[in-house]
């Protein structure tokens, strides 16, 4: 956190330390959020064979049940958020999404464990929002790209958390004492959050004076006509989702893949992709998010360039993955589409609160959220696990290989949307800063 920590003025008033440990903390909320939200995958093959379950029936716990109520109640509780205290919607959140987490453990059928997995979905809808809107009053819009891709470090440090800590847990433990033992951590940081986190003002890093904090928040409804008016916005928001199509295909199906097609034990793969995608993807979102910040100073244009670069070069490594039989090639080149793949996630986040007003931007993260979220997990996992049900009779076990590679030629679609928001991205950015300064005002959205 070097670069933020160089910053001149701090207008917050907090300490450097303060601004450091606010958000580690926040990344660390992230961390179990993605720990609890992917843990299934490592374990969904004992699922399988336990319950007697579907590719399709995983495909719906892993992204459906999860996916739709996350997306669908993200919105009104972001708007909550921008209206009270954000750390205690936080803190809220993970509590529930953490003991539904711990209560998968006790699953019984297909419609208990979706039942569990419904509700960690409704946990975790609290969660981004919150965090994105207090890191964009934490760390002025100069950081923001850095700030928010220390903060997406959550991604792959909690998906090599969930894969490491899940595949030794299932072998050893069990795949139900895996659950209850990766959730029920988060209820403790729940209360560090609520006891150690402070509500800071918002828009207080603008260069404009910030609305006082009395001034009523944009409605849902104006949010979103004031963003779907930004075509930077919008192609922002299909390229996230075509890749999060891709991505959490990826994420869910990757430990299955490689038992079923390179007889791999969970715990091996486990060990395999926690690195990987550690490695890789932590590299790739804080590259991503360091990169636009200093790039894109010079040329607005490359805040979205980049990441459509890196779709279109990821592309070719899944034909390899995919289709040899050589084990550790397929291992060692998943980390190129990881690494690559993820460079778009901290200047997507860090565009649309550019794109938004200070008191609009909760919800402004809820509705990317929502698109991502509605096309990338809760199409694509079960899209994925229908297309290898529908492979099965020709392929077996190695039907799975051939679905993936399929699903990852979506990237080629998430490269363009990517480009097209670079043609627009510096004029929507000149509007959201005169819509800003309008709110500093008091004065109405001009949509």
């Known amino acids: 956190m070097s670069h933020l920590q160089a910053a001149g003025h701090n207008p917050t008033g907090y300490s450097k330390a303060y601004l450091r440990y606010a958000l580690g903390l926040l990344t660390t909320v992230y961390v179990v959020n993605f720990v609890d939200r992917q843990v299934l995958s490592i374990l969904m093959q004992s699922i399988k064979q336990d319950l007697g379950l579907s590719d399709l029936q995983l495909g719906l716990l892993s992204g459906t049940a999860f996916g739709i109520f996350y997306a669908t109640l993200g919105v009104p509780i972001a708007r909550v958020a921008d209206r009270v205290s954000r750390k205690a919607v936080m803190a809220t959140s993970l509590t529930i999404w953490?003991?539904?987490?711990?209560?998968?453990?006790?699953?019984?059928?297909?419609?208990?464990?979706?039942?569990?997995?419904?509700?960690?979905?409704?946990?975790?809808?609290?969660?981004?929002?919150?965090?994105?809107?207090?890191?964009?009053?934490?760390?002025?819009?100069?950081?923001?790209?850095?700030?928010?891709?220390?903060?997406?470090?959550?991604?792959?440090?909690?998906?090599m958390v969930g894969f490491l800590a899940g595949g030794f847990m299932n072998d050893i433990l069990g795949w139900r004492a895996a659950f209850i033992l990766v959730g029920a951590p988060g209820i403790l940081l729940a209360a560090?959050?609520?006891?150690?986190?402070?509500?800071?003002?918002?828009?207080?890093?603008?260069?404009?004076?910030?609305?006082?904090?009395?001034?009523?928040?944009?409605s849902a409804r104006e949010v979103l006509r004031f963003l779907w008016s930004s075509p930077s916005f919008r192609h922002n928001a299909w390229g996230s989702a075509l890749y999060a199509f891709v991505g959490y295909s990826t994420t869910t199906w990757a430990p299955a893949f490689l038992e079923r097609s390179h007889g791999m034990t969970t715990s091996q793969v486990g060990t395999a992709l926690a690195l990987l995608i550690g490695i890789g993807g932590g590299l790739g979102i804080y590259l991503g998010g360091a990169l636009t910040d200093r790039f894109g100073i010079r040329d607005e244009r490359l805040r979205m360039r980049i990441p459509a670069y890196a779709m279109w070069l990821s592309v070719p490594f899944g034909f390899v993955i995919y289709t040899t039989n050589q084990t550790p090639l397929a291992l060692a080149l998943f980390i190129v589409p990881t690494f690559l793949g993820l460079m778009y996630q901290a200047p997507s986040l860090a565009l649309v609160q550019s794109l938004a007003t200070p008191k609009m931007r909760a919800t402004a993260s809820a509705i990317l959220l929502f698109i991502i979220n509605i096309l990338g997990l809760a199409i694509g996992p079960p899209a994925t696990g229908f297309l290898s049900d529908q492979l099965t009779t020709a392929y077996g076990d190695d039907a799975l290989r051939y679905a993936m590679l399929l699903t990852s030629l979506v990237l080629v679609g998430a490269g363009y949307q990517f480009w097209r928001a670079s043609q627009t991205v510096a004029e929507d950015l000149r509007h959201a800063s005169a819509a800003s300064q309008r709110e500093a005002e008091g004065l109405p959205l001009q949509l």
């Open 192 to 218: 560090i959050v609520g006891l150690t986190l402070r509500e800071p003002p918002r828009g207080i890093n603008e260069t404009q004076a910030p609305a006082p904090e009395d001034t009523a928040a944009p």
């Open 98 to 159: 953490s003991a539904m987490t711990a209560l998968c453990g006790s699953a019984s059928s297909f419609l208990s464990l979706l039942f569990f997995r419904i509700g960690v979905g409704v946990g975790e809808a609290g969660g981004s929002p919150p965090a994105h809107s207090m890191i964009s009053d934490l760390f002025p819009a100069s950081q923001r790209g850095t700030a928010m891709g220390i903060f997406s470090l959550g991604v792959p440090v909690g998906i």
